[in-house]
């Protein structure tokens, strides 16, 4: 039986490189990107490697890209085993609150959080008739309160941001409560924290790789029966050995 995966910006950065690990896995992988052309090359890169991952136009700002990517699924699939909200936009992290635009709020709410709610409500249906769905919600420590808020933490270090940080943290409440919701039912909802990786967003600064980035959300991608849901899962910057495990909200 063919497990599908749906990954959102999966043409760079961490999407990409889960679009590999969970096509490496032996998953036909839908690339969502928004731009075709953008799209087009990471299905022809993916696919010179001999991994089943096909393109699918995707904007998660736009209903109607979202709507025929779903419908498109259910015509070529009937249902879908993993999704990976993976889209996101940093804006200018680093601008103080007191400084932070409105518009710029709104701008990284639209994708960074109402793109994954409209995404997960278009595909839903398809995720409940898979036998075992996994929904991965690409977050961040710098969405976690507790973190952020924590004199000793290594993200203390970082500049008082608004419009990112606070959108991470509302997508982590979004995935507790899709987990409440789906308590019932065999579908897992988890939020990942690929820890600081060297991507376009932050203009590659990170210390991580996207390809550590991506093991996050493959191994929540890929979670037994018995695993977790509704958790903040990840790279734990500042333990010990800098491990992988569960972070506070
Ligand atoms: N890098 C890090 O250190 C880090 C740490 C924690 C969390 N994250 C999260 O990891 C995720 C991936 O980020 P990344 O670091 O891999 O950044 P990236 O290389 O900039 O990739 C972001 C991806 O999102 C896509 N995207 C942006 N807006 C979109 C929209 N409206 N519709 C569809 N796709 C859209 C981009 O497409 P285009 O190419 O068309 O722009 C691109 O494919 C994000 O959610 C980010 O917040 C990253």
Request: with cysteine; proline share 4%; net charge negative.
């Amino acid at each position: 039986m063919t497990t599908t995966a749906l990954i959102t910006g999966a043409n760079k950065g961490i999407g990409f490189e889960t679009a590999r690990q969970l096509a490496t896995r032996g998953m036909t992988v839908l690339l969502g990107a928004r731009d075709p052309v953008r799209g087009a090359d990471a299905e022809r890169a993916l696919r010179a490697d001999g991994l089943d991952t096909r393109f699918v136009q995707l904007d998660v700002t736009d209903e109607k890209s979202i709507a025929a990517a779903a419908a498109l699924i259910a015509d070529g699939f009937g249902s879908l085993d993993v999704l990976v909200n993976n889209a996101g936009i940093a804006g200018a992290f680093g601008g103080q609150p007191s400084q932070t635009s409105l518009e710029e709020v709104r701008t990284i709410l639209e994708t960074n959080v109402l793109g994954a709610i409209a995404v997960t409500n278009a595909v839903l249906p398809l995720l409940l008739r898979a036998p075992a769905a996994r929904i991965v919600n690409v977050s961040s420590e710098v969405g976690s309160v507790t973190f952020m808020s924590d004199r000793s933490s290594p993200v203390w270090g970082m500049p008082a941001s608004v419009s990112y940080p606070a959108s991470k943290s509302m997508l982590n409440m979004v995935t507790a409560m899709y987990a409440k919701e789906l308590a019932g039912t065999a579908v897992k909802v988890n939020a990942a924290n690929p820890g600081y990786c060297a991507t376009d967003l932050n203009g590659h600064n990170g210390f991580r790789s996207a390809a550590q980035g991506a093991e996050v959300s493959v191994h929540l991608a890929t979670l037994p029966d018995g695993g977790p849901t509704g958790t903040l899962w990840g790279y734990r910057w500042g333990d010990a050995d800098d491990s992988y495990g569960e972070l506070p909200w």
